[in-house]
């Protein structure tokens, strides 16, 4: 049943055969059961009009031999009877049948006696409140009953009363009883053509709609499986026109977006070929002339003691930049890498929560500095995993000299929690902290929240980004929260184990220590 489910929730054409079904379905059965209605009660009510009528006539002839009979003998009488019952009646019980019964009214003390039913029927097919009516009412009466026959066969009919004056015997009442055996049958085969006819038109009208659905679809299908080509860098798909309606107008409005989309894409690509390429030769065209302007630098350095004061410092800061410009040319490469797709891991078994020490106690001199501390906390001593060290390491050093740059002289809480399949590092300091738009834009390639603060110390602006990719490589995670003047919370999830992926955050994204 979810099956189908699934299958209707994911097919314009069966959501509209199905919903087009269903609602001719209710149209014509209402439609079909008001017509069946009609047709039975037009049915009944001719059937009724033709069997007073006839009721009436034969009533009225037997009225008019009885009178005929006054004065004659009982045999006479009989006789007139027998031959009343006998014109009036079929001679068998069946769906034609015509019966007529002769009750004797209470009250009648006459002797004789001509109380009869035709061909074996029980008289007690007369109902009672029938009864009363013929003896109240000088017209006929009439209620529908059932015919029921000695030999067991009962059959539905419509008896019709009067009463009547029999000579010698007093007052009596005449029934005449046409059966509605037809009358059902007709009724029966109706509902019947009229159930076919409405399954049938249901057919048809699914058929119909399914042809209309299907010009209307499959064009529709047929750009969604291109457009699912174009997604999977398949740009040379087009869809065939072969008509001037408005799916076709469609169709070209479609493919005219396909071959702008193409080309667009192109010029984005080369662009991008050209800045990777542009950047890659760049950073290694750099690496010659730094080597040498390093080591010009250290031999100048290592002589700053005999130097003037002025020239000492300005030999300080060359090797300082020196240092930073040879850190930005790293991370140029390193997005060179992400972005040609060709960075690999280099994956070992290493204990993270000492990875985790070993780069807090690093920069613990830094953050000395700065005026603040960073703590560790980990409740289990030692947490194996199995990735690229090296890239895992950045990571956490560009969390953690992040966190120092943003402090403003707070303590830094490092917390580190792990499953069996997962391991997640949360770096927390309460600083300046981010604004709420800012964190869509934190992890953006030289994208900085204080620009000039930034260049004061020295960042790139490309530590979170690496970070990020690096993160993502191990199928891992980095997730940022942060409030202006509440500090900033980064946490890294990665699995235990490389090509694994990562099946849940360990450490919730907004501190427990921050309320709303």
């Not at 189908?4 to 054409?13: D, E, F, K, T």
């Not at 192109?266 to 390429?277: G, I």
Request: aromatic residues 6%; negative net charge; hydrophobic residues 45%.
């Amino acid at each position: 049943m979810n099956r189908i489910y699934r299958r209707i929730q994911n097919s314009l054409a069966i959501k509209v055969i199905f919903s087009t079904v269903i609602l001719s379905l209710a149209v014509i059965g209402i439609t079909g059961s008001a017509l069946n209605s009609q047709l039975a009660a037009g049915i009944k009510e001719v059937n009724l009009n033709s069997a007073l009528i006839e009721a009436r006539s034969t009533i009225f002839t037997a009225e008019y031999r009885f009178l005929l009979a006054q004065g004659e003998k009982d045999s006479e009488v009989q006789k007139v009877v027998d031959d009343v019952i006998s014109s009036a009646t079929t001679l068998t019980a069946n769906e034609n049948a015509r019966e007529v019964v002769f009750l004797r009214s209470p009250g009648n003390t006459r002797e004789n006696n001509y109380e009869i039913a035709s061909n074996l029927l029980d008289p007690s097919s007369i109902p009672s409140s029938l009864s009363e009516q013929v003896r109240k009412e000088p017209d006929l009466v009439y209620q529908y009953t059932n015919m029921n026959y000695l030999t067991g066969t009962q059959v539905r009919g419509l008896a019709i009363g009067q009463k009547v004056q029999i000579p010698n015997a007093g007052q009596y009442e005449m029934f005449i009883i046409f059966s509605l055996a037809n009358q059902e049958k007709t009724l029966d085969l109706i509902s019947r053509l009229l159930f076919l006819t409405g399954f049938v038109l249901l057919l048809l009208i699914a058929l119909i709609t399914w042809l209309v659905v299907r010009q209307v679809v499959k064009p529709v299908r047929e750009a969604a499986l291109i457009a699912t080509e174009f997604t999977a860098g398949d740009f040379r798909k087009r869809l065939k026109v072969e008509s001037r309606d408005e799916i076709s107008r469609l169709g070209l409005a479609f493919n005219e977006m396909a071959e702008s989309i193409e080309k667009q894409i192109a010029r984005l690509e080369n662009l991008s070929r050209v800045q990777q390429r542009f950047v890659s030769d760049v950073s290694h065209e750099l690496r010659t002339p730094l080597t040498t302007l390093r080591m010009a630098s250290e031999v100048i350095h290592s002589s700053k003691d005999s130097f003037d004061p002025i020239v000492s410092r300005s030999a300080e800061l060359l090797v300082a930049q020196l240092d930073r410009f040879e850190r930005l040319l790293e991370d140029l490469l390193e997005v060179s890498r992400f972005d040609a797709e060709v960075a690999v891991l280099e994956a070992v078994d290493f204990d993270m929560v000492q990875l985790v020490q070993r780069c807090a106690d690093d920069l613990g001199l830094v953050a000395k500095e700065r005026k603040t501390q960073i703590y560790v906390k980990t409740v289990e001593p030692v947490i194996m995993v199995k990735a690229d060290i090296r890239r895992v390491e950045r990571i956490l050093r560009n969390l953690l000299s992040n966190a120092i740059d943003h402090a403003e002289e707070q303590q830094i809480d490092v917390q580190i929690v792990s499953s069996e399949h997962d391991v997640a590092v949360g770096v927390r300091d309460y600083g300046v902290g981010l604004d709420e738009n800012a964190l869509t834009r934190v992890f953006d390639r030289f994208w900085r929240a204080d620009p000039s603060r930034a260049r004061i110390r020295g960042g790139t602006g490309l530590g979170l980004s690496i970070a990020l990719e690096d993160a993502r490589l191990h199928n891992g995670e980095l997730e940022a929260w942060g409030r202006p003047a509440r500090g900033a919370h980064f946490v890294v999830t990665l699995p235990r184990n490389t090509w694994e992926s990562i099946e849940q955050r360990l450490i919730p994204l907004q501190p427990e220590d921050y309320k709303a």
